[in-house]
């Protein structure tokens, strides 16, 4: 039975589209097809045809072959040519939806088949896919033969157009791929190429057309142009590829599309059906791979990758037969092995490790092994050991030995720094291969160990965890280096634990890497570091009197590079005594912090007296004189300061140089707060004022504008009295004492008095007449007048007062 068919003629090409009329039908197809099928029959010569052609002229034309899916999922092949008239006739062969191609044959192999007319017959004809479909293979050009000599001819461009004709077979929003030739016979072998590849139900469907003169207008997944009708290879509604242009830059990354761009290089396309038969998703590069190298063909590494996870996935799939041809096509020399393909390979071993016999697994364990060794991928395992098994696994393990033994123990060896993952991977290697290494182990595991404290991240590698597993030697020496250099790296330690749970299993106490584990939970939970460093203290399992390196190793991972307060270094120093400080070297982070606390802090002469008392020894000159003074000002703010304050803090602050400006700011406070106090000494006073410490008589100053001096001005009488004596007094002392007493007379005193009530007033003047006498009470009322000055009188009395 034949398919409907449709004759498509225009007579002249003067007359324009509109001239071109359907000339014969198959009364079957209904009209909206029609419709929609002539502008898919239509053709336009190239630019510069004559109107009348001669028979050879018109042999050289384009063919317009193609196949289109119409609307309503049906489908239309055709085959468009010019006549010599100047007009074209196009034959097409309607397949209602739902119909097959006749045979199962694929619509391109109908390229030149015979039943293709050239004009409108007088009586009906078979068409051309029934005339077809007996027939074995495609035919006309597309003949195997031809095929692979035309693949040859293009294999610059064959992997990126296969690929793009992937893409667009699963993407159908993906732009079309125009293929420029000059022969539309070529656009059919470029399809007929690869539909042999493409899944069935891919090929099948996959529209093409051999020439159009509009690649913008058309709707099939492949376009046939000549070159000079070819679109900018920028536009980015074609994928374009152009045999008469400059060949692709770079690799095509698809291994599917390079595995079958090789097999049609290697003119076996028998190879694609036996590929179709094996398990696997459409598109998979991982079956035409491994057919491939069945058979010989050489493929890149990617390739090779593909096929040893597809198997690596379904070791069942394969015969021991095919299994042996794939791991001696992977273990053959090769100089482009990657990274990616040794991984793959690794995950095949493992799966056929236990199936097959070691004559299979064992040169593809051995390949594995010295790629390790010398390929330099890091992350690439080495195999079980059972791969060597049998003896034909014990003979490729003795020549391992025998070709990489020395070069283990030399890259092993002292003096070469190696990374984590290449130590882990060598230790791991020189196991497997029993090479002994016994005398460079110690010196390893000390490299290791500090390669790990120096960058944490690298210790995150999984191999490290295996390695422990694997060797219980290695696990108790490296664990144990570890918590050796925890103490003076805690911070390089944590961070390690935080990215590897490392197995704290045995009889090792190990209580410096335990204290690392426990320190992130103990922050997070808490705020208070004292208590935190309780929490860290407690998971060492034993106490700093006992192993006070346990002490520095907390308090390292509790303050890290932070200094200590006063108040939490106190806490330290009681609970642990100096003894043990001292044999840990923390004292030093109590001595920071005794020289860090700012004014005001009420721990820090007293942390800094007993600091002096529990490290006598250890305090250099200048760190003790900076915590005498602090001790010094502990001493004055308890009445227990000897004679000479003065004097004592201006011989301390030599001694102490460079001081610590918070130190000397606390000494300095604490002397101008005694000062200021109305039961100070007067000869401390006297002492004071005639020192010309610029430092020393600012701080006076500024304590003198402290709340608590203005709170007392504003409640005691007899203060406000001795201030003002005290404070007008001494105007030879120098200009520093000028300048401040001068200042507080104005600054301090005058807004003080001014804002007390008239009885608070009256009680002023009572006390300055008790100070001194009634001239002083005339100054202190002509300071008090509103005016601006004193006036002759008023300067009079208060030099009188002065010199009194």
């Known amino acids: 039975m034949s398919l409907p068919q449709l004759h498509y003629t225009s007579a002249a090409a003067g007359d324009g589209e509109s001239a071109a009329r359907y000339t014969a039908v198959t009364p079957a197809i209904p009209g909206p097809v029609r419709a929609e099928a002539a502008p898919l029959l239509a053709y336009e010569a190239p630019a510069g045809t004559p109107e009348r052609l001669t028979d050879a002229r018109l042999r050289a034309l384009p063919v317009a072959f193609g196949f289109a899916a119409l609307s309503d999922g049906s489908h239309l092949l055709s085959r468009s040519v010019a006549t010599a008239s100047g007009g074209f006739h196009a034959h097409g062969v309607h397949l209602p939806a739902g119909t097959p191609v006749p045979g199962r044959v694929l619509p391109v192999a109908a390229w030149g088949a015979t039943g293709w007319l050239s004009a409108t017959p007088d009586r009906a004809h078979a068409d051309p896919?029934?005339?077809?479909?007996?027939?074995?293979?495609?035919?006309?050009?597309?003949?195997?033969?031809?095929?692979?000599?035309?693949?040859?001819?293009?294999?610059?461009?064959?992997?990126?157009?296969?690929?793009?004709?992937?893409?667009?077979?699963?993407?159908?929003?993906?732009?079309?791929?125009?293929?420029?030739?000059?022969?539309?016979?070529?656009?059919?072998?470029?399809?007929?190429?690869?539909?042999?590849?493409?899944?069935?139900?891919?090929?099948?469907?996959?529209?093409?057309?051999?020439?159009?003169?509009?690649?913008?207008?058309?709707?099939?997944?492949?376009?046939?142009?000549?070159?000079?009708?070819?679109?900018?290879?920028?536009?980015?509604?074609?994928?374009?590829?152009?045999?008469?242009?400059?060949?692709?830059?770079?690799?095509?990354?698809?291994?599917?599309?390079?595995?079958?761009?090789?097999?049609?290089?290697?003119?076996?396309?028998?190879?694609?059906?036996?590929?179709?038969?094996?398990?696997?998703?459409?598109?998979?590069?991982?079956?035409?791979?491994?057919?491939?190298?069945?058979?010989?063909?050489?493929?890149?590494?990617?390739?090779?990758?593909?096929?040893?996870?597809?198997?690596?996935?379904?070791?069942?799939?394969?015969?021991?037969?095919?299994?042996?041809?794939?791991?001696?096509?992977?273990?053959?020399?090769?100089?482009?092995?990657?990274?990616?393909?040794?991984?793959?390979?690794?995950?095949?071993?493992?799966?056929?490790?236990?199936?097959?016999?070691?004559?299979?697994?064992?040169?593809?364990?051995?390949?594995?092994?010295?790629?390790?060794?010398?390929?330099?991928?890091?992350?690439?395992?080495?195999?079980?050991?059972?791969?060597?098994?049998?003896?034909?696994?014990?003979?490729?393990?003795?020549?391992?030995?025998?070709?990489?033994?020395?070069?283990?123990?030399?890259?092993?060896?002292?003096?070469?720094?190696?990374?984590?993952?290449?130590?882990?991977?060598?230790?791991?290697?020189?196991?497997?291969?029993?090479?002994?290494?016994?005398?460079?182990?110690?010196?390893?595991?000390?490299?290791?160990?500090?390669?790990?404290?120096?960058?944490?991240?690298?210790?995150?590698?999984?191999?490290?965890?295996?390695?422990?597993?694997?060797?219980?030697?290695?696990?108790?020496?490296?664990?144990?280096?570890?918590?050796?250099?925890?103490?003076?790296?805690?911070?390089?330690?944590?961070?390690?634990?935080?990215?590897?749970?490392?197995?704290?299993?045995?009889?090792?106490?190990?209580?410096?890497?335990?204290?690392?584990?426990?320190?992130?939970?103990?922050?997070?939970?808490?705020?208070?570091?004292?208590?935190?460093?309780?929490?860290?203290?407690?998971?060492?399992?034993?106490?700093?009197?006992?192993?006070?390196?346990?002490?520095?190793?907390?308090?390292?991972?509790?303050?890290?590079?932070?200094?200590?307060?006063?108040?939490?270094?106190?806490?330290?120093?009681?609970?642990?005594?100096?003894?043990?400080?001292?044999?840990?070297?923390?004292?030093?982070?109590?001595?920071?912090?005794?020289?860090?606390?700012p004014l005001g802090d009420e721990d820090a002469p007293e942390l800094a007296h007993d600091l002096l008392r529990g490290f006598p020894q250890e305090i250099t000159a200048r760190v003790r004189a900076c915590l005498m003074l602090l001790d010094f000002a502990r001493d004055l703010r308890a009445g227990a300061a000897e004679p000479g304050w003065a004097d004592r803090a201006r011989e301390l602050r030599a001694r102490a140089e460079p001081v610590e400006p918070l130190v000397l700011e606390q000494a300095y406070a604490a002397l101008a707060e005694r000062l200021l106090a109305p039961d100070r000494p007067d000869a401390e006073l006297y002492a004071f004022v005639h020192s010309g410490d610029e430092d020393l008589i600012a701080a006076y100053g500024r304590a003198a504008r402290h709340d608590e001096v203005r709170t007392l001005l504003m409640a005691d009488p007899s203060y406000v009295a001795d201030c003002f004596t005290v404070w007008n007094a001494h105007p030879h002392a120098g200009a520093a004492w000028t300048r401040t007493r001068t200042a507080l007379l104005d600054e301090v005193l005058r807004p003080a008095v001014r804002a007390l009530a008239a009885d608070g007033l009256t009680a002023v003047e009572q006390a300055v007449e008790r100070e001194g006498n009634s001239r002083t009470l005339d100054a202190f009322r002509a300071w008090n007048r509103p005016s601006r000055s004193l006036g002759r009188l008023g300067k009079r009395i208060a030099g009188r007062v002065r010199r009194g």
């Open 129 to 597: 896919l029934t005339l077809l479909s007996g027939a074995q293979g495609p035919s006309h050009g597309l003949t195997r033969e031809g095929l692979g000599d035309f693949a040859v001819s293009r294999s610059p461009w064959l992997a990126a157009v296969l690929s793009d004709l992937r893409r667009v077979s699963e993407d159908p929003s993906a732009p079309p791929v125009v293929l420029v030739e000059r022969q539309s016979a070529d656009v059919a072998r470029w399809v007929a190429l690869a539909t042999a590849v493409l899944p069935r139900e891919h090929a099948e469907r996959l529209t093409f057309t051999t020439y159009t003169r509009q690649p913008g207008h058309t709707t099939h997944q492949v376009i046939g142009v000549l070159p000079e009708d070819a679109p900018d290879a920028r536009d980015p509604r074609f994928r374009v590829h152009a045999a008469s242009g400059p060949r692709p830059a770079g690799p095509v990354e698809d291994a599917w599309a390079g595995t079958a761009a090789r097999i049609w290089r290697s003119r076996a396309p028998e190879l694609f059906q036996e590929a179709a038969e094996l398990p696997g998703e459409p598109f998979a590069a991982g079956p035409l791979a491994v057919t491939a190298l069945g058979a010989g063909i050489a493929l890149g590494s990617d390739e090779r990758a593909a096929a040893a996870d597809w198997a690596a996935v379904r070791p069942y799939a394969l015969d021991e037969k095919r299994t042996r041809q794939l791991t001696d096509a992977l273990t053959a020399p090769a100089d482009d092995r990657t990274a990616g393909e040794c991984a793959a390979a690794l995950r095949l071993l493992t799966a056929l490790d236990g199936r097959c016999p070691a004559s299979v697994t064992a040169p593809l364990a051995a390949l594995l092994v010295t790629e390790a060794v010398r390929g330099g991928d890091v992350g690439l395992e080495p195999p079980a050991r059972s791969a060597f098994d049998e003896p034909a696994g014990e003979r490729a393990l003795a020549s391992l030995v025998d070709e990489l033994g020395d070069d283990l123990l030399a890259e092993l060896g002292p003096g070469v720094d190696r990374g984590v993952a290449r130590t882990v991977q060598l230790l791991r290697i020189v196991r497997l291969l029993g090479v002994d290494c016994g005398e460079l182990l110690p010196d390893v595991v000390r490299r290791l160990a500090r390669a790990l404290l120096d960058d944490p991240e690298a210790g995150a590698c999984p191999a490290l965890l295996d390695l422990l597993d694997e060797q219980f030697d290695v696990r108790t020496a490296l664990l144990g280096e570890l918590d050796r250099l925890a103490p003076d790296d805690p911070a390089s330690a944590e961070r390690l634990l935080v990215r590897v749970t490392l197995p704290f299993t045995g009889t090792q106490a190990l209580p410096h890497l335990r204290m690392c584990a426990e320190a992130p939970g103990a922050k997070a939970r808490g705020t208070d570091r004292v208590g935190i460093l309780h929490t860290v203290l407690r998971a060492a399992g034993m106490s700093p009197f006992a192993e006070p390196l346990v002490l520095r190793t907390a308090v390292g991972l509790v303050w890290g590079e932070d200094t200590p307060t006063a108040g939490e270094a106190r806490s330290l120093l009681t609970e642990t005594t100096s003894d043990a400080h001292r044999t840990a070297g923390t004292w030093a982070h109590l001595v920071d912090a005794a020289l860090a606390a």
